[in-house]
């Protein structure tokens, strides 16, 4: 006696994908949460006295997060049929996007109690508390969905619209991690790799690095370095990039960093100016490809010590001197290096007949 055939199961409903459109849109609003976030820094870095979670900036930060929360909402409602449970309706990509909303909304609640009860943090605090770390986590969510609906379109199918908006997708998310990182992000903390003592005269005498600095200053590069290159990285082992974009994608969020602690130390613009056109002309001499790996990985190497190369330079010119010995700053350049050669060896290549061109 023979068993009977099993039924196959129900079919899954395939998620109707986004238009580019609908993802510029997205953009819009994520780009309206990114600002509240950089102001809402730019309060804690510069104003004493923050005594009250109603503050004009907290308006911008969660009017933004209003306005991702109802056009995600109206995304999902618009694509539901009748019948079909809720999550079946999220839009492609969009899954991570969904969920960082509610994981926004239980921070924000939860960032009004911890205020409340233990006040309004300042400096490297800020950064560490719980209620933080969830919005940071669920901006982060909310700002990938346009990449992430790239991403899963079918390989070849990726529109010049659609790839404009998942690297911009991509910056905003490294700026949401350089953000909640910023103790570590060397264009807002030059005194990351300095090391002075008591003022002479009005002015601060350059010291040799000691060991923890020495340490403290590898550890900003190489959380700085990530912040920076792996958006650029995770867009270009899937799509030849045009040059402009990993400069830009460099450049936009020193620039931001540098905002948010009121331009401070404005001589790094420029560092950054000229360390992203280095990144520019490093992609228009090699062309990395998705199927090129061997240049894709020389890219991804000579990229990070090209851009700090001149931050180094302006530090030193300002000071007259690095804290660093040779040994050390170069050591330092020779890490990034090989930080991003292993995170570009570490990525999953398609096959080579699977490249999208831009």
Not at 197 to 226: C, D, E, H, N, Q
């Amino acid at each position: 006696m023979t068993s009977a055939p099993a039924l196959p199961g129900a079919p899954v409903p395939a998620r109707r994908a986004t238009t580019a459109a609908e993802d510029t849109l997205s953009l819009v609003a994520g780009l309206w949460l990114l600002t509240g976030t950089y102001v809402d820094g730019w309060a804690h870095n510069n104003l004493a006295h923050l005594e009250t979670f109603f503050t004009p900036w907290h308006a911008v930060l969660y009017s933004g997060f209003a306005a991702n929360a109802v056009w995600i909402g109206f995304l999902v409602w618009r694509r539901r049929r009748r019948g079909s449970r809720w999550m079946d309706a999220v839009p492609a990509g969009y899954g991570g996007a969904a969920i960082g909303v509610v994981l926004f909304l239980v921070s924000g609640v939860a960032d009004l109690a911890w205020h409340s009860v233990f006040g309004i943090e300042q400096d490297i605090k800020a950064l560490f508390s719980p209620s933080h770390l969830g919005l940071a986590t669920g901006g982060f969510l909310i700002l990938g969905a346009p990449f992430a609906a790239a991403t899963a379109a079918p390989p070849g199918r990726t529109t010049p619209a659609r790839l404009t908006t998942a690297l911009v997708s991509a910056a905003l998310c490294g700026m949401v991690a350089i953000f909640i990182l910023q103790e570590f992000a060397v264009f807002a903390r030059h005194g990351l790799i300095q090391t002075y003592g008591p003022p002479v005269g009005g002015v601060r005498p350059v010291l040799p690095a000691t060991s923890a600095s020495t340490i403290v200053a590898l550890g900003s590069f190489l959380v700085s370095t990530a912040a920076l290159f792996v958006p650029i990285l995770l867009a270009a082992s899937r799509w030849r990039l045009p040059a402009l974009v990993p400069a830009l994608l460099t450049f936009v969020p020193s620039v931001a960093l540098q905002a948010m602690v009121a331009f401070r130390d404005a001589r790094l613009v420029l560092a950054a100016a000229v360390g992203a056109a280095l990144v520019c002309l490093t992609w228009l001499v090699l062309r990395p490809r998705p199927d090129r790996r061997v240049r894709l990985r020389a890219a991804a190497a000579l990229a990070p010590p090209l851009f700090w190369g001149p931050y180094f330079a302006a530090v030193a010119s300002a000071d007259g001197r690095l804290s660093f010995s040779p040994e050390i700053w170069a050591g330092i350049l020779v890490w990034t290096a090989l930080e991003t050669l292993a995170i570009a060896a570490l990525l999953v290549h398609r096959r080579p007949d699977a490249l999208e061109e831009p």
